[in-house]
């Protein structure tokens, strides 16, 4: 089945480390997603990282995969106010591959200066 | 390099009437998928188009709702006789290749009264 998870929301102070948690059903997936979403705007591609990888890094954010746990992670260093928004996870399903994405429900992120 | 376009922003209808969404994807982006944002939830997959042909619309609603993308022009969404539940921002995406790093549009937010 197709079905992705995270936690609702998530508040930290200024300057301290961020981890958004998301976990997915579809062992097929071969890109996972991180997007963010600011208030009334649409989605913004963060980051992504394939399959067979464990970890990606782009600047202040780190991804983790633990793909036997299914389980993937969205770290931002120094987190900062204006980090604060909607973010996404998303996996794209192998199986049936039409190129569509399966969203989580978003973590809302709220920093506290 | 202009990023994916929607319009309108902003749609008012009343119960009855008709939608039309347009969506033009980034320059050189083939490959098109509409997503719906409910209220406090996630993105749900819509439908995916490559030019002139609907890939997968397996998650378009059966009736009132239909997708295209024309040799010339834009994607249109156009959702028939309205209904308050189709209340909703709708999210344009468009990519390169097959699924992969999808860029979104700002979206268009439809409100029925």
Same mark, same amino acid.
């Given at each position: 089945g197709e079905d992705v998870e995270q936690s609702l929301f998530l508040s930290v102070r200024e300057g301290d480390s961020s981890v958004i948690n998301c976990t997915y059903t579809?062992? $097929? $997936? /071969?890109y996972l997603y991180w997007y963010k979403q600011e208030p009334g705007a649409g989605l913004q591609l963060l980051t992504y990282i394939f399959s067979n990888m464990d970890m990606k890094q782009d600047q202040r954010l780190t991804v983790l995969l633990n793909k036997k746990d299914k389980h993937l992670s969205l770290c931002i260093a120094d /987190?900062?106010?204006?980090? $604060?928004a909607i973010y996404f996870c998303a996996e794209s399903p192998l199986?049936?591959? /039409?190129?569509k994405l399966i969203f989580g429900q978003g973590t809302t992120l709220q920093v506290k200066p | 390099n202009a990023g994916v376009m929607q319009n309108p922003r902003h749609l008012v209808r009343r119960r009855g009437q008709e939608a039309r969404l347009r969506c033009s994807p980034m320059k050189g982006h083939s490959h098109v998928y509409w997503y719906r944002q409910l209220p406090e939830e996630g993105l749900k997959f819509m439908v995916y188009l490559q030019k002139e042909n609907i890939?997968?619309?397996?998650?378009?609603?059966?009736?009132r709702f239909s997708a295209e993308f024309p040799k010339e022009g834009p994607s249109i969404l156009r959702i028939q006789?309205?209904?308050?539940?189709?209340?909703a921002a709708y999210f344009c995406a468009s990519s390169k290749?097959?699924?992969?790093?999808q860029f979104f549009g700002p979206g268009t937010r439809l409100t029925v009264l």
């Open positions: 579809d062992s $097929s $997936s /071969t /987190t900062q106010t204006g980090d $604060s199986s049936g591959n /039409t190129g | 890939i997968d619309e397996s998650g378009m609603p059966k009736e006789q309205v209904v308050r539940g189709d209340s290749y097959e699924g992969r790093e």
